[in-house]
């Protein structure tokens, strides 16, 4: 089966979960004995880098760990890149590579900034897979986060996001496109019920399939690592470090705690925020138990881990999955997660091999420090409470059935 993967970017560039969560699915259909291949948008390509024109856009192929790749963007890109849904630009371009070679199926990753495409795979005739990997569909913002980071209860067809987020009035068209592409997919995959029930209370309703992010366990030793002592505790914190992750929160919660034998440590890549990079740069100052690890490569995924005894994943807005936390688990970390995120609610459980706490409580986080910092033998014990998660070949498996059926309907 030849399999196009669309993803609003890609590797080498970004690394994200869903950048993850498509090159991990790529590879497992190689081995499966299927073609995939990834389109995404060249968002920060050099000019003459974009050697090819496909459909009237400018181009270029590449492979990354042995995935083909295409990448396309706008020669002039629009103010609203990132919002838009209907786009004949990328109608005409997405028809144009369809028409360039067989393509089996289309299984749209995320629809950021190429999800127009669902009308050029209408058009061919292809069948269309859709993972809702967060709520961008109905959140132009993308996590039902107003603009002060504070829980947002529904777009209301996008009459809310103009009145309250202060979009344009257009957004309210995009509301409909996006419930087009979301009806127009012949399967609809998530990762968690968390995320589908925030979906069906939106009123998005349809058959959706629940399938895990799996954890590529190759990483993983074979051989348990030894417990670990009681002295010095190690809490970390792995992705993206920015504030609506609840990152800020963490340090500051992490700092009101009275336990020198505690060490936080910070692994990932800074976003954008001059400011909030600022406030890192005070905090790491003001304590020496925090330390920035900056960002690591998915190889060095078992150094991080050894150099961690507890992982906090302490998101302030909806996590639709959390993949870290999976990750975690697989390496006989136990995690402490706010109940935003969706992962939490199907791998963790509370008081077993982790905690889960009232985003809206910081008390309560740092409680749950507090106590790990009187009683560290607690790590141990959530140690050993701890489960393997799905492995990516479960994922796998999993998605190729989903597309079996839908090119089977076809």
């Not at 291949?37 to 496909?54: F, K, Q």
């Not at 009806?183 to 399939?209: H, K, N, T």
Request: net charge negative.
């Amino acid at each position: 089966m030849r399999i196009l993967y669309v993803v609003h970017e890609f590797f080498p560039r970004y690394f994200g979960g869903t950048e993850r969560y498509v090159l991990n699915l790529a590879h497992q259909m190689q081995q499966m004995g299927h073609h995939p291949e990834v389109l995404t948008y060249a968002l920060d390509e050099p000019d003459e880098a974009l050697t090819e024109t496909i459909g009237g856009l400018p181009a270029r192929r590449y492979v990354h760990e042995g995935v083909p790749v295409v990448a396309l963007r706008h020669r002039e890109a629009p103010l609203d890149l990132d919002l838009r849904i209907a786009d004949q630009r990328i109608v005409e371009a997405v028809d144009s590579l369809l028409a360039g070679g067989p393509c089996d199926l289309v299984h749209i990753a995320h629809p950021m900034r190429l999800g127009a495409c669902h009308e050029a795979v209408r058009r061919r005739g292809v069948p269309l897979v859709l993972t809702l990997t967060d709520f961008w569909l109905p959140c132009p913002r993308g996590r039902f986060q107003k603009l002060d980071l504070s829980p947002c209860g529904s777009a209301e067809r996008g009459d809310k996001c103009v009145r309250e987020c202060r979009f344009e009035p257009s957004v309210t068209n995009r509301y409909d496109q996006a419930r087009e592409l979301f009806e127009a997919a012949d399967a609809v995959i998530a990762p968690s019920d968390f995320l589908i029930d925030v979906f069906r209370r939106q009123g998005w309703q349809r058959a959706i399939a629940r399938i895990n992010h799996g954890v590529d366990n190759s990483l993983v030793p074979v051989e348990a690592s030894p417990t670990r002592g009681t002295g010095r505790i190690r809490f970390g914190y792995t992705g993206v470090v920015t504030p609506f992750k609840g990152v800020d929160l963490l340090i500051r919660t992490f700092m009101a705690v009275d336990a020198p034998h505690l060490v936080l440590a910070i692994y990932g890549n800074i976003l954008w925020e001059d400011a909030f990079r600022r406030d890192l740069d005070h905090w790491f100052a003001c304590d020496p138990r925090i330390k920035l690890m900056n960002r690591y490569e998915h190889e060095e995924l078992p150094e991080v881990m050894a150099g961690i005894d507890v992982l906090v994943v302490p998101s302030t807005t909806l996590d639709s999955y959390g993949l870290v936390v999976a990750e975690s688990l697989a390496f006989g970390v136990p995690v402490i997660a706010s109940d935003m995120v969706g992962a939490a609610h199907e791998l963790v459980r509370d008081g077993e091999n982790g905690f889960i706490y009232p985003a809206g409580e910081p008390d309560r986080l740092r409680g749950l420090i507090e106590r790990i910092a009187r009683e560290p033998e607690i790590v141990a014990r959530l140690r050993a409470g701890i489960a393997p998660p799905p492995r990516l070949e479960e994922e796998a498996f999993q998605v190729e059935l989903v597309y079996r059926g839908v090119a089977g309907r076809r």
